[in-house]
């Protein structure tokens, strides 16, 4: 469905991705791991538009994306839960969620899939009219992961769901990824937390300054010696 | 680096609270000492306040209404701010032409003091409309000259460019005037004040004493509320008008969203400028004179009001416009119309320094 | 076409404007610049095996600008001139005479640059140094001698360099964009007035009263460029630019209106300063005159029209201004302007005083700003507000900015290409502009609305504004470097540029590896 060729992205002059190619499957769920810096967020900022690669070629479903703007490419039907979570912090619940479907003029798909993310993060139905800034974490977690699902994307990109939260939450969160996945929605999703990624992911990739160092299934890479020794804190 | 201890550091002896407070009235103090000198003159306000208590009601009536103009062009410097964090150096430019364009299709139509009120009203609708256009259509070519491919570069560079845009606006302004074998309602002089006929009905609706209110002055209020009004709603509840609140609130978080951001942002200053030109419009009938150089005066207002406000913050802009209306209009009649100018930029400085946020402002910037 | 030719065809035709304007006697002079011009332009892009081929190479740049600047007199005299009803006197012959002069001139020139930038670096800057300085020394006696009465505006156009160089500190070292610059050149300038003039009673009449106040006046607006820079230390860029031009417009104001100056204290009533009759401080509108001149021993006072000891005067505070930056440029305050230009919190963490950076940076663009102002006043022997107003402010920045943010040498550049344009050139392009209307084109036009319209509209010095507005505009957009950049300034623009194309731009790329 999505296949990165040797992508190379730099800012300004310093190349942070230095030749990334993989590959997501329909139905997948694919997750990226690797440390701080390594270069995961570039790589789903570079998917999504809003970085350039300088060279490689990204297709999805056979189109090319690095030539499009950020909001073809949302049409096209990748949406993303970005780092940060990046919620609007002046707009409500509500119309944070209205904004993710923003792309599509379908007004009965669209109160279909409130529904659906309402009913994943029922949480947020409680606070629909409340502005997202005063969200917790978590909250804003799932608004923004609920906000992706808005725009009913074929491919969703998950950045670093469990910054910041509780472990129970995190718990939730990736157990909320499997059930979106199992809807039928394929997840790209990249992550610090390798042990809960890697539990969940079908395939797995490792990303180390730049470079696909590791891939492999998810089990596997589990049980693999250098994942478990550089990512899964053992000795 | 902040000293945030409880030590307290050896040679200052006083507490901050302690040391702002001094601050203050220090300052306070040389305002009172200096301030004569700019029309501030305390005793002599009182007593003439005191002495004739209706004028002051009749200064707060026209700031009010000139406050109500201000408001909209503030309304222009907050849009553009809260979704590009650009001082639209040649807003007030914008807005100084698009009077000139008023007058030019009054001109134009033959309509003035003599003709109908029918006449008159279709008149003066027609002149909005092509107001309204020609600001909209001027500031957003504006943007997409000279400002967009800047938006990468270093803070200053558009800034700059703004200014420069503003110059070449005002040389325009000053051709335009100078257009007497086209427009022979521009008068003899190039750089003259052009005269606007008097269309707005003069009949008074409430008068005591030196308070006149007539119904030119309640058109113009009602007409700049409503138009703000207007925007409000739009930026509210329209598609475009909650793109343009994320856009503002998050621009890569917008772009996740499917918004076309730079349609967004050419949107934005095409509203921007279609209310330069209801004020231009507004500013030629209600005060009956128009010259290439008002930008200065009125941008400097205009932002003053919507810094004041909460840059950003189109509430805010409003309260700002109609606050910065009312002080202009005090310090015109109780300290020096000369110093009137000098006084609200006072006001920009104290402000920035102090409240940088401005009245409504949130931390970040806000729209709504 | 050879490289010689090629510069020396550029280096011409900026010079044929020129001539085109002002006629043959201007030749001589651009003869000399256009020569010298295109040998440096050309040395700048050719390797030469040696310093004959260097010499002759420089002769050739130099004699094919001179020999456009000889068409350039001819197309004036015999083309122009008669279009604006002033058919020039001479003979042909004498306008072919000039025209050689002009071309032996430019030969000479770039030949003798040409020997120059053949020897080692350090005989290399002085010869070309020597050459500069033995130009700007005898250049008011040249222009005396062929009467082509530049002087007067040059010197002018120098005191605004001044200020160039001035506010280059403030916006090309330190980086903060002030607006209002014009505000402390009126403080100098009324701190000078004040003193050597009768407006407050003053008028020190010491013959060497020039000398101290000018100094004084310098110190005055330092004080006020600590003053008026305190408050903007808070404020980012473009707020910064806000305040400033606040600042800018408030005190034009200020002056403008402190003519009744009486100051009570406020709570008792006591009467401070004007009691008896308030000061009339600045003379409002109609300004402060006459101002004294100064005095040297051996020159005697300095007169209105005697150009020569203005022209050094105003050449030796340049010469001063340069070295003093200079050497802030070099010196620690240097550096730290340039690491808080570069990154404010970077900076503040590696142990620099922002706070102290950033007042010294507009007290010291002050201070020059001052040396300035109080030229003026003297040299023009009357000041007023309307001097002072935000378009100067604008102009000094186009200056810094069309030259090159940081760089001197930029600077003075650009100061130069746009005073001259604005004080020279352009008044007399509207002179000659209305004669050629008045001798060859109005008279040809019927309708006598559509005649006045003409005559009063088609005015290129009605189009100031414009033209500054759009160098603004053009410079930022195309070269927001300036002419001669500072080779850390083009990688910060660019570096931003590259940035963005990465993000923005729907390029080809390029093949997969």
Not at chain 2, 330 to 356: E, G, H, M, Q
Not at chain 3, 16 to 22: A, E, I, N, R, S
Not at chain 3, 192 to 199: A, D, E, F, V, Y
Not at chain 3, 208 to 226: K, R, Y
């Amino acid at each position: 469905m999505l296949e990165l060729r040797d992508v190379q992205t730099y800012y300004g002059n310093i190349q942070a991705l230095k030749g990334i190619s993989l590959k997501v499957n329909q139905g997948e769920v694919v997750t990226l791991i690797g440390s701080n810096g390594a270069g995961k967020t570039t790589t789903l900022r570079t998917i999504q538009g809003l970085n350039r690669p300088r060279y490689g070629t990204i297709l999805f479903e056979g189109k090319a994306l690095e030539t499009l703007p950020t909001d073809t490419i949302v049409r096209l039907g990748i949406s993303q839960s970005p780092e940060g979570r990046l919620v609007f912090p002046r707009m409500t619940v509500r119309e944070n969620l209205e904004m993710g479907a923003f792309s599509r003029s379908d007004k009965e798909g669209i109160a279909q899939d409130m529904e659906r993310a309402l009913n994943l993060f029922p949480r947020l139905r409680e606070r629909l009219a409340q502005k997202a800034g005063t969200l917790s974490g978590g909250e804003q977690q799932m608004l923004a992961i609920g906000r992706a699902l808005m725009a009913r994307p074929r491919l969703l990109l998950l950045d670093e769901p469990s910054m910041g939260l509780a472990p129970m939450l995190v718990e939730q969160i990736f157990q909320t990824v499997i059930e979106i996945n199992e809807q039928g929605t394929t997840v790209l999703l990249v992550e610090q937390n390798a042990r809960m990624a890697l539990a969940v992911a079908d395939r797995g990739y490792v990303l180390q300054t730049g470079r696909i160092v590791l891939e492999d299934t998810g089990p596997n890479l589990l049980r693999s010696e250098t994942v478990r020794k550089a990512y899964l804190g053992e000795h | 680096m902040a000293t945030t201890s409880p030590t307290v550091r050896t040679g200052s002896a006083l507490p901050r609270w302690a040391r702002n407070l001094a601050l203050t009235l220090l300052i306070l103090y040389i305002v009172l000492l200096v301030g004569p000198i700019a029309g501030l003159d305390a005793p002599r306000i009182w007593q003439s306040i005191a002495a004739e208590p209706k004028t002051l009601v009749q200064v707060a009536l026209v700031g009010l209404a000139n406050g109500s103009i201000i408001a909209i062009i503030a309304l222009g410097y907050t849009l553009v701010y809260g979704i590009i964090e650009l001082i639209n150096f040649a807003h007030a430019d914008v807005f100084m032409l698009t009077a000139f364009m008023s007058l030019t299709v009054l001109g134009a139509i033959g309509v003035d003091q003599k003709s109908s009120s029918g006449q008159i009203f279709v008149g003066v609708l027609v002149a909005l409309v092509v107001a309204v256009l020609f600001g909209a259509l001027l500031n957003a070519s504006i943007e997409r000259l000279a400002y967009r491919r800047l938006r990468n570069a270093p803070r200053l560079a558009p800034l700059i460019s703004a200014i420069g845009v503003s110059f070449i606006l005002q040389n325009l302004g000053l051709f335009w005037g100078g257009l007497r074998i086209i427009f022979p309602v521009m008068g003899v002089n190039a750089a003259a004040p052009k005269t606007f006929p008097q269309l707005l009905p003069e009949g008074i609706l409430f008068q005591d004493g030196p308070i006149i209110f007539r119904q030119k002055d309640l058109i113009i209020i009602l007409a700049s509320v409503a138009f703000m009004i207007a925007l409000r709603l739009f930026v509210q509840y329209t598609r475009l008008g909650k793109a343009m609140r994320a856009t503002a609130q998050n621009r890569d978080a917008a772009k996740i969203m499917g918004i076309n951001v730079d349609t967004v942002i050419a949107f934005t200053f095409l509203l921007g400028g279609g209310l330069a030109g209801v004020a231009g419009l507004l500013v030629g009938l209600y005060n009956g004179t128009i010259v290439f150089n008002m930008g200065l005066t009125a941008g400097l207002r205009a932002f003053t009001a919507a810094v004041l406000g909460g840059i950003g913050n189109i509430t805010g802009a409003m309260l700002g416009g109609f606050l910065i209306g009312l002080l202009a209009a005090f310090s015109d009649v109780y300290f020096s119309s000369r110093w009137t100018n000098a006084w609200v930029f006072a006001i920009l400085v104290v402000i920035l320094i102090f409240r940088p946020l401005g009245l409504l402002g949130e931390a970040g910037g806000e729209k709504a | 076409m050879s490289p010689a030719v090629r510069t020396g065809i550029s280096a011409g035709l900026l010079a044929v404007v020129v001539v085109l304007l002002f006629g043959n006697l201007s030749g001589v002079v651009l003869g000399l610049l256009a020569g010298a011009g295109a040998a440096i332009l050309l040395d700048s892009r050719v390797e030469w095996p040696n310093r004959n081929a260097a010499i002759v190479g420089g002769a050739t740049a130099g004699a094919v600008a001179g020999l456009l600047i000889l068409v350039g007199q001819f197309i004036h005299d015999l083309f122009l001139m008669p279009l604006a009803g002033q058919p020039v006197a001479t003979a042909p012959g004498s306008t072919l005479q000039a025209g050689l002069i002009a071309v032996v001139l430019a030969a000479l020139a770039g030949a003798a640059v040409g020997a120059i930038v053949t020897q080692a670096e350090r005989p290399r800057q002085l010869g070309l140094l020597g050459l500069l300085v033995a130009f700007v020394i005898l250049f008011p006696f040249l222009d005396q001698q062929i009467q082509l009465g530049w002087t007067p505006t040059v010197i002018s156009v120098l005191i605004y360099v001044v200020l160039a160089l001035g506010l280059n500190i403030v916006v090309g070292y330190a980086g903060l964009l002030d607006l209002g610059y014009a505000a402390f050149f009126a403080i100098g300038a009324y701190t000078t007035g004040l003193l050597l003039s009768p407006q407050i009673g003053i008028n020190w009449d010491h013959p060497l009263s020039f000398w101290l106040v000018i100094w004084i006046a310098a110190a005055v607006a330092g004080l006020f460029g600590l003053i008026l820079g305190a408050p903007t230390l808070p404020l980012r860029g473009d707020y910064l630019a806000i305040v400033t031009l606040g600042f800018g417009e408030i005190v034009p104001i200020v002056f403008r209106n402190l003519t009744r100056v009486e100051i009570k204290e406020p709570f008792t009533g006591t009467c401070l300063i004007g009691c008896d009759k308030a000061i009339n401080l600045t003379g409002g509108e109609a300004g402060i005159n006459p101002i004294s001149h100064p005095w040297l021993p051996l020159v005697g006072q300095f007169r209105t029209g005697q150009d020569l000891p203005w022209y050094f005067l105003i050449v030796a505070i340049i010469a001063l201004t340069i070295f003093l930056i200079s050497r802030l440029r070099n010196s620690r305050l240097g550096r730290a302007w340039t690491a808080m230009r570069e990154d404010e919190l970077a900076a503040s963490s590696m142990g620099i005083d922002i706070v102290r950076t950033k007042l010294l940076a507009f007290a010291m663009g002050a201070t020059f700003s001052g040396f300035g102002g109080a030229f003026f006043a003297s040299y023009i022997s009357a000041i007023f507000p309307g001097v002072f107003d935000f378009s100067v402010s604008v102009i000094i920045l186009c200056m810094v900015i069309l030259g090159g943010l940081g760089n001197i040498t930029g600077v003075i550049l650009g100061g130069l290409i746009i005073m001259m344009s604005d004080r020279l050139f352009l008044p007399q392009l509207a002179t000659l502009v209305k004669n050629i209307l008045n001798t060859s084109v109005l008279p040809t036009i019927a309708d006598p609305a559509m005649k006045d319209f003409v005559a009063t509209s088609v005015d290129p010095s009605q189009f100031r504004l414009l033209l500054f507005g759009l160098t603004l505009v053009i410079m930022m957009l195309v070269r927001p470097e300036g002419l001669i950049p500072n080779v850390r300034r083009r990688a910060e623009f660019h570096e931003a540029e590259a940035g963005a194309e990465a993000t923005v731009a729907t390029e080809a790329k390029a093949p997969a590896k």
